[in-house]
């Protein structure tokens, strides 16, 4: 009786049942700080990951406006670190999820 790893098991569970974009994802959210670097990280939060959505609060609007302008490319960059184009947007919110007008 061969016995196999419980990653092999789990990854191949999650694939089956179309979750593993969605576990990669909150990955993703727990590992922000990794994936942007201090800068960014300082004024900003990865709160969730929804259908390929990372969303992302940013302290004031100035931050959110510069990020806009970076999105492209934070998306390619979390997309390189994380081995898979498993993050397709980044959508920014003030803390709390309020949007600004």
Known sequence: ???EAVGG?????????GLSREM???H???VWPTLVGP???RR???????????HVEVEG???MQELGYLKKDLVQRINHKLGGEHVRDV???PPGGKRLR
Do not use: H, K, P
Not at 9 to 17: F, H, I, K, N
Not at 44 to 54: H, M, Q, S
């Open 1 to 3: 009786m061969s016995v």
């Open 9 to 17: 098991v789990l990854s191949r569970v999650l694939e089956g049942l």
């Open 24 to 26: 990669t994802g909150w």
């Open 28 to 30: 993703a959210v727990e």
């Open 39 to 41: 800068r960014i990280a």
């Open 44 to 54: 900003t939060r990865a709160v969730a990951f929804r259908d390929g959505t990372l």
């Open 61 to 63: 609007s100035a931050w």
């Open 91 to 93: 959508r920014f919110t």
